[in-house]
């Protein structure tokens, strides 16, 4: 059964800095594209980043420059590095493969406000 933990998620102030982790089990993430993906109160939920088999990263525009996503392929984690955070990256965050291919986990909470 492939199952995906996401945690790291916290209140950070504007500007601040967090470190989002995703645990992979019964599949191992570097097989596949990862990708993190957010949803804010009231919106869709939207991809955000995502990362290749060959390490290949890419990024909405709205967090390019200070997000950064990774991959520990020892520890089968897939990571989410936001830097400058601003209070609209404020949303419940989640991993999951791309295209989506389990259901969705519980996510974590980042709310970024003064």
């Known amino acids: 059964q492939v199952q995906l933990v996401e945690s790291g998620g916290g209140l950070v102030q504007p500007g601040g800095s967090l470190r989002l982790s995703c645990a992979a089990s019964?599949?191992?993430?570097?097989?596949?594209?990862m990708g993190w993906y957010r949803q804010a109160p009231g919106k869709e939920r939207e991809l955000v980043a995502h990362?290749?088999?060959?390490?290949?990263?890419n990024y909405a525009d709205s967090v390019k420059g200070r997000f950064t996503i990774s991959r520990d392929n020892a520890k089968n984690t897939v990571y989410l590095q936001m830097n400058s955070l601003k209070p609209e990256d404020t949303a419940v965050y989640y991993c999951?493969?791309?295209?989506?291919?389990?259901?969705w986990g519980q996510g974590t909470q980042v709310t970024v406000s003064s």
């Open positions: 990362i290749t088999r060959g390490g290949i990263t």
């Open positions: 019964g599949r191992h993430v570097s097989l596949y594209i």
């Open positions: 999951n493969f791309l295209p989506i291919a389990v259901p």
